[in-house]
């Protein structure tokens, strides 16, 4: 079965993008791993696929990680997608459905893609945890790093305030976090450096992707644990090693995430080449 993708990408944080919405196709949990590997498949953080989106919904957005897992949000993804969509009904606005909820999106005048997050979840039971904790300051550490914040975007994310990101080995101490028993479902971990109320710098060690270039659910979590920490302001530039997204953490408590979009190529992929 030989069927075209898009290789697409948010500041670096690149997808694999299927289109499913004509007829399903048969894709397992271990060929999404095995096309998103970089040595062997296509390569990727996450992979894509657009399923039909039903009433209210420009379509479907089923998210999996490099692992195969399955993801409940991506902020970058959703943002390329819905700029996928417009590019189609030659309109500046599109509503991506995805597990965690729909996620209406825009195309700003200087052709950068807003998606609308939502709102976090801040209890405990949501993000999830295993047990009862206050999530302004969750009882986690790992070398040199201790007292995060935890939301859920869709999916959940715990950020570090740090004071110099260079000092840390993120590559050995996000596994660890990841998989932490508090996390029943694992967790995104994010480090940040508060540069200004305005400005953020965050490096992220994404579950089931690991270091990525940026991570959109990343910053935004960033930004609502900064300032519910009383670290930012509700809108703020997160820079992260891929570029800058603007964050902006509305009164009615819905986040918007702006930032740019772009193909890096088209091609065709041989599904019956991977394991089913």
Do not use: Y
């Amino acid at each position: 079965m030989i069927i075209p993708f898009r290789k697409m990408h948010g500041l670096g944080n690149d997808f694999v993008v299927l289109d499913a919405r004509g007829a399903a196709l048969p894709i397992s949990p271990a060929r999404a791993a095995a096309i998103a590997d970089r040595r062997t498949g296509i390569g990727c953080d996450q992979f894509i696929v657009m399923e039909p989106g039903g009433a209210g919904a420009d379509l479907f957005m089923r998210i999996r990680n490099p692992d195969g897992s399955e993801a409940g949000a991506c902020g970058n993804a959703t943002r390329c997608v819905a700029s996928l969509a417009m590019d189609e009904s030659g309109l500046d606005g599109a509503t991506v459905r995805t597990v965690a909820g729909d996620l209406p999106s825009e195309r700003l005048p200087d052709g950068t893609v807003r998606v609308d997050m939502g709102a976090p979840a801040l209890g405990w039971q949501a993000v999830p945890l295993a047990r009862e904790a206050d999530t302004l300051h969750l009882p986690l550490a790992a070398a040199g790093v201790s007292d995060p914040a935890a939301c859920s975007m869709g999916n959940p994310h715990a950020t570090f305030f740090v004071p110099d990101l260079a000092a840390l080995d993120i590559a050995r101490i996000g596994p660890l976090l990841e998989h932490d028993p508090l996390f029943p479902d694992r967790a995104n971990i994010g480090f940040v450096q508060v540069l200004a109320p305005d400005h953020l710098r965050l490096v992220v060690w994404e579950r089931g992707a690991g270091l990525t270039l940026a991570c959109g659910s990343g910053a935004c979590a960033a930004l609502v644990n900064a300032a519910r920490r009383g670290l930012s302001a509700r809108e703020a530039t997160v820079s992260l090693p891929g570029g800058d997204l603007r964050i902006a953490w509305r009164d009615d408590g819905h986040v918007l995430m702006a930032g740019a979009v772009a193909t890096a190529f088209t091609g065709m992929v041989d599904l019956d080449a991977f394991p089913a």
